[in-house]
């Protein structure tokens, strides 16, 4: 008997959507609870990850399409199509709430059709972190209207607790887990991807997994920098004769985003261009911190101390600093996405100035995000806000420093002060 189901930031999205459409499709890395949620509306359930049906969906995959509705398709790309099947249900006049398709994977080749009219996706990530706390004072979307709404709030949330939540995870079947129970089932995570995800559900054929290990612990080591390729490279490839070129290791990346492990942060580029000298390249990320500090082999204590291992990117700050910022991404995202806007960030191509994350309007209006690692804000923490302010004007809806601190505050500058644990969509 499935547990009480605990509603998610993306549940109403679902909801509204669903009303009005007939298909939709749950996409995210596997263990992120797509198929939970999806469960919570299905009347009728096929999962292509079984063998069994998946042997009888091949020999008639018309089958899939029956059943009272809505029907599920669980691990979709199991079967490209599928997608082709369902698009076309749509077409001859599916009523709203008939399918709904969750995949771990985009298949590698895609379907013959993207579906655009016809099935809408949604991207469903790992807890949040008001998901997990449920604590969340600061509203994201209140931000997004540029009103400069009061912030306030308190929490005993402190430095320590923020370490354990990177280590954690936000994939819910791992939630009631701590120590050791923890480490190996994120060490089995990591080890399925290289042995059955990628081959299974993305089409890639890896033909040396170790090297697709250490490029994974690379992507890892560089959580929340724009390290370029030349760097991953040169890390993953420590310690060997001869450096792999750049293509021969594009199957790497491509396979760990294709099973959206890989979740980089876009560079922002605004359309409406008053900046000069803007970088393009994006901030990598893992789709969870805890996998980051996993491949890292990483505990809380080593964190704590402002220690790290694994293989070495150049960083400004400590590793601690750079998963609490993977947190803070992943948390945000979640909270955007329920406002109907969009996460990047911005760095100018020398670095001088760089905000960690900015939170665009479909206006082009943004919020603009510094994630400190501090209890205690001081100017200099600020100074890429405010140097954002004087050249984008109105189009800054608000400011915002993520903090580690106990209360959410405005300072006299206008400048939200808002703890992680404080912040929700």
Known sequence: MLAPYRRRVVDDEIDELFGALAAIALEGP?????TRTALERANTVHRLDDPAELAVAVADPMRLLEGERPVLIDEWQRLRE??????????????????????SALPDPPPTHSGAGRIVTIRMRPLALSERLQSATVSLSELLKGEKPRVTGKTDFALADYTEEVLRSGLPGLRPLTGLALRRQLEGYVDRI???DIPDDSGVVIRNPSALKRWMAAYAAASSTTATFETLRDVASAGHEHKPSKNA?????????????????KAWIPSNNRLSELGHAPKHQLADPALAAQLLGVQASALLAGQSSGPSIPRDG???????????TLSVRVYAAHSEAYVKHLRTARGRQEVDLIVERADGSV??????????VSGDDAKHLTWLKHKLGDRLLDQVIITTGPEAYRREDGIAIVPLALLGP
């Open 194 to 196: 290289v042995d059955r």
């Open 367 to 376: 919020v603009a995000i510094e994630v400190k690692l501090t209890r205690n």
């Open 30 to 34: 596997k263990g992120v609870g797509k």
């Open 318 to 328: 400590t590793l601690l600093g750079a998963l609490f910022e993977s947190l803070a």
């Open 82 to 103: 599928v997608w082709d099947l369902v698009r076309r249900a749509v077409d001859d006049g599916a009523s709203p709430a008939s399918f709904l398709l969750t995949g």
């Open 249 to 265: 290791t594009q199957a790497y990346r491509d396979a760990l985003t294709r099973i959206w492990v890989l979740d980089e942060v």
